[in-house]
């Protein structure tokens, strides 16, 4: 409702910004224009928010990791990370994840463009894109007393300069960045995801080597993990 009670009153100072640039002088049209964009991203941070808010149940499927993480790699060497070298690590052998497709690809999305923004321009920098299955593991999350098996590991490591000790605890709250015009809002989704689908997801971070680790159960009925059929 509250966002709602934003969005509309947005829109007609977009409107209204849009008539004015229309009988401006040229000179002023910058001032418009930046009004437009300004209601823009408010809108755009209104609807992020949204999602914190949403409780409904996630439609999930067993899917293939290594597809949507090919997916990703693909949007991301198009657009923000066309000059970054990625690279691959996977298990070939992995279960399926039983996920939202959609909203793991908005995930991973949010982690390689994480990474690729501490990487930068530097030439050297690199982004290692990583699957493994880990049958050992078994934790505490969100919902249950029980620790449960979170098997499936994906992993984003990059080479940059690493996270802020002091920031390290607070990482995945909303509204927490260094960057100059971030939202913060980037990292608490991904941990708000994921933990709708009953996973984690961790961060390690030292000088040169950061990781997000994201750690989810296999899909039901899915076939056993067999060490022998590895080479």
């Known amino acids: 409702m ?4 934003i969005k ?5 100072i977009r409107g209204a910004a849009q008539l004015l640039e229309t009988a401006v002088v040229d000179e002023d049209r910058a001032l418009t224009r930046l009004i437009c964009d300004e209601t823009d991203r408010i809108v755009s941070l209104v609807d992020r928010m949204e999602v914190f808010s949403d409780e409904r149940p996630v439609d999930r499927v067993p899917l293939n990791i290594h597809s949507v993480l090919d997916h990703v790699k693909a949007v991301a060497k198009a657009g923000f990370a ?22 793991l690809v908005q995930v991973f999305l949010n982690l390689i463009k994480n990474a690729a923004e501490a990487v930068g321009d530097r030439p050297e920098g690199e982004i ?9 593991i078994k934790l505490s999350v969100a919902g249950t007393r029980e620790k449960v098996s979170l098997p499936l590991e994906f992993c984003v490591h990059d080479n940059g300069p690493g996270v802020p000790s002091d920031l390290l605890p607070h990482l995945f709250d909303p509204f927490i960045t260094t960057k ?5 809002l980037g990292l608490a989704l991904v941990a708000k995801i994921i933990g709708a ?4 997801v ?5 000088s040169q080597r950061t990781t997000f680790r994201v750690l989810m159960p296999a899909s039901k009925g899915a076939n056993e993990y067999d060490d022998t059929s590895r080479p």
């Not at 509309?8 to 007609?12: A, C, Q």
């Not at 100059?180 to 913060?184: C, F, I, L, W």
């Open 202 to 206: 961790e961060c390690d971070s030292q």
């Open 180 to 184: 100059t015009n971030g939202s913060g």
């Open 197 to 200: 689908h009953g996973g984690i």
């Open 82 to 103: 066309r000059n970054i070298k990625i690279s691959e690590n996977y298990d070939p052998s992995l279960p399926q994840v039983f996920a939202n497709r959609d909203q």
């Open 8 to 12: 509309n009153p947005l829109s007609g």
């Open 128 to 136: 290692i894109l990583t699957t493994a299955y880990r049958p050992g």
């Open 2 to 5: 509250l966002a709602h009670e």
